[in-house]
């Protein structure tokens, strides 16, 4: 079992910036993919970023060149940097983690809102 926490979502001005952080903890965090989603009201999940397990990073097209992705293995915790911040960046970010073997299975955090004021 897999418990991801996010934290560090707010409110925050246009063009402002925030850092959002995923505590994972589990007995195995081995993964394919771990990343960051969003979904706004009213809208489906879509990605922002998220790591292979080989370490290529992909990020959604409104998220380059504005956010970046990044892990510490060491301390277990998944980040996103997220700069120059839009209104229609608002959301509620989830943290995601991925894993194909033995089986297919996807584990999610609560989520954590964002909220970009224009």
């Known amino acids: 079992q897999v418990s991801l926490v996010e934290s560090g979502g707010g409110l925050v001005q246009a063009g402002g910036s925030l850092r959002l952080s995923c505590a994972a903890s589990g007995s195995n965090l081995q993964f394919n993919t771990m990343g960051w989603y969003r979904q706004a009201p009213g809208k489906q999940r879509e990605l922002v970023a998220r790591?292979?397990?080989?370490?290529?990073?992909d990020y959604a097209g409104f998220a380059k060149g504005r956010f970046t992705i990044s892990r510490d293995s060491a301390k277990k915790t998944l980040y996103l940097q997220m700069n120059s911040l839009k209104p229609e960046d608002t959301a509620v970010y989830y943290c995601h983690l991925g894993r194909l073997l033995p089986m297919n299975i996807d584990y999610w955090g609560q989520g954590t809102q964002v909220s970009v004021s224009s």
């Open positions: 790591f292979f397990s080989d370490g290529i990073i």
